[in-house]
């Protein structure tokens, strides 16, 4: 089992940044794809950006690809993702997810096999 603990978010104004951290924990492969979602009211997962841990490439949506940067964080098993020039849009409830070994990534969810909690980013005007 793989144990994800969030943290960051909160409330950010339009035009601001936030930097979202996600660190695993438990059994955790070697190689794998750690992603952030951000779950829409109906429970769906959007992806935002996912990282290859194995080769370190990059995934992220369209809505983000020039502001965003998703990268290992200092400490074990962590990344983080920084978003800037934040828009109403990119509110909501942000989740962090991981897959089991693996070489391949994408932005797609399916792979995802643990998930945390979600950590909740409201931005506003």
């Known amino acids: 089992l793989v144990q994800l603990e969030e943290s960051g978010g909160g409330s950010v104004q339009v035009g601001g940044s936030l930097r979202l951290t996600c660190r695993a924990s438990g059994y955790v492969p070697a190689r794998r794809c750690m992603g952030w979602f951000r779950q829409t009211p109906n429970k769906e997962r959007e992806p935002v950006a996912v990282l290859n841990i194995g080769d370190g490439s990059t995934y992220y949506a369209d809505a983000v690809k020039d502001r965003a940067t998703f990268a290992p964080d200092e400490g074990e098993n962590t990344v983080y993702l920084q978003m800037d020039n934040l828009n109403p849009d990119d509110a909501g409830m942000y989740v962090c997810?991981?897959?089991?070994?693996?070489?391949?990534?994408?932005?797609?969810?399916?792979?995802?096999?643990?998930w945390g909690q979600g950590i909740q980013v409201t931005v506003s005007s």
């Open positions: 997810g991981t897959t089991g070994g693996t070489l391949f990534c994408d932005l797609s969810s399916r792979r995802f096999a643990y």
